[in-house]
Nanobody, 127 residues
Framework: EVQLVESGGGLVQAGGSLRLSCAAS????????IGWFRQAPGKERLGVAC????????YYTNSAKGRFTISSDSAKNTVYLQMNNLKPDDEAVYYCAVDTEGQWGPEGTRWWFIDYWGQGTQVTVSS
């Protein structure tokens, strides 16, 4: 059974930081792409960042570049999203996601690339 369990969301002031975690289990291969989407109320779900389990290559949406860092701890089978200098526009539900075909990143970031979703964790940014 594949499971993606997110944690680390919460309330922060603008300019502050949060680190999200996604614990992955149930995968028999390590050649997938894992990362984060986010969705604010009334808006579409958009990709934020991802990392290839195969070679460690990372990809970032323009809004995340320079502020967010995605990383993977193989020993813990956990992926992290370090978010710095948070802005009110970053407020959303953040979803851990996995693409088993390796399209995410090299071919862009689209929700239909995703094969598995986590339950989501809320990030709230106060002004």
């Amino acid at each position: 059974e594949v499971q993606l369990v997110e944690s680390g969301g919460g309330l922060v002031q603008a300019g502050g930081s949060l680190r999200l975690s996604c614990a992955a289990s149930g995968f028999t291969r390590d050649d997938y792409v894992i990362g984060w989407f986010r969705q604010a109320p009334g808006k579409e779900r958009l990709g934020v960042a991802c990392i290839s389990k195969s070679d460690g290559t990372t990809y970032y949406t323009n809004s995340a570049k320079g502020r967010f860092t995605i990383s993977s701890d193989s020993a813990k089978n956990t992926v992290y999203l370090q978010m710095n200098n948070l802005k009110p526009d970053d407020e959303a539900v953040y979803y851990c996601a996995v693409d088993t075909e390796g399209q995410w990143g090299p071919e862009g970031t689209r929700w239909w690339f995703i094969d598995y979703w986590g339950q989501g964790t809320q990030v709230t940014v106060s002004s």
